[in-house]
């Protein structure tokens, strides 16, 4: 398996802009985790989806952050309107299922925001 | 309020010789705990599970174990290598039902040659 793929690896955009990231989770695996990662803060749940359905939403920022999962294969995070403290790494895991056997999250290389 | 707490300092050793990296927890009723290693410009990568029934877990060279009761996990690394350089993450899950690892800011170890 590829593992989990995110896209793009490295956005720059300006203030006001929206922004949509992508991921494509390991196949077969039910959950689904969009984390963000910055020096002050770490790595901070956003959202959790179960069997494509948002479980845990609590990390989200604001209403300017919203994040779908149509389908098991795809969700997207998106940013409207982004702000410079939007800056961060965004990474997606996926795992076979919280709470089973090892709870083991497979992380995709991440998303580098800069909002200028 | 919870707190994931794991040294905000670099570990600094020598090769060859055992890192042991320290992650304390409040507030936590974990069911378990996770460690995960980041190398720079990388996605974390799991490396170790423990229960909260177990008091400690193996896996080559690295050893965990997890005291409820002082609330902290403790991660060894024996024979270190400078490939073993990077950044040690715990995780524990929030409890009471939710599975949902919850990320400490993580340790940076350096194996100098």
């Known amino acids: 398996d590829a593992g989990v793929i995110q896209s793009p690896r490295h956005e720059v955009t300006e203030m006001g802009q929206e922004v949509t990231l992508r991921c494509k989770p390991i196949?077969?695996?039910?959950?689904l985790f969009w984390y963000r990662q910055t020096m002050m803060r770490g790595l901070e749940l956003l959202i959790y989806f179960n069997n494509n359905v948002p479980i845990d939403d609590s990390g989200m920022p604001e209403d300017r952050f919203s994040a779908k999962m149509p389908n098991a294969s795809f969700s997207t995070l998106k940013i409207q309107p982004s702000e410079p403290r939007d800056s961060a790494v965004y990474f997606c895991?996926?795992?076979?299922?919280?709470?089973?056997?090892?709870?083991?999250?497979?992380f995709g290389e991440g998303s580098r925001l800069t909002v200028l | 309020s919870q707190k994931i707490e794991q040294n905000s300092e670099a570990l600094n050793i020598q090769e060859g010789k055992t890192a042991t990296l320290t992650c304390n927890y409040t507030n936590y009723s974990p069911a378990y705990l996770q460690w995960y290693r980041q190398d720079p410009g990388r996605g974390p990568v799991f490396l170790l599970l423990?229960?909260?029934?177990?008091k400690e877990k193996r896996k080559e060279r690295l050893k965990v174990t997890f005291d409820t009761t002082l609330k902290q996990s403790l991660f060894h690394i024996t024979a270190s290598q400078p490939a073993d350089s990077a950044t040690y993450l715990c995780?524990?899950?929030?409890?009471?039902?939710?599975?949902?690892?919850?990320f400490g800011r993580g340790t940076s170890l350096i194996v100098h040659p």
């Open positions: 196949s077969g695996h039910n959950s």
């Open positions: 895991a996926s795992s076979s299922g919280v709470g089973q056997e090892t709870g083991e999250l497979f």
């Open positions: 423990i229960r909260e029934n177990e």
């Open positions: 995780a524990l899950d929030k409890g009471g039902g939710s599975y949902i690892p919850t």
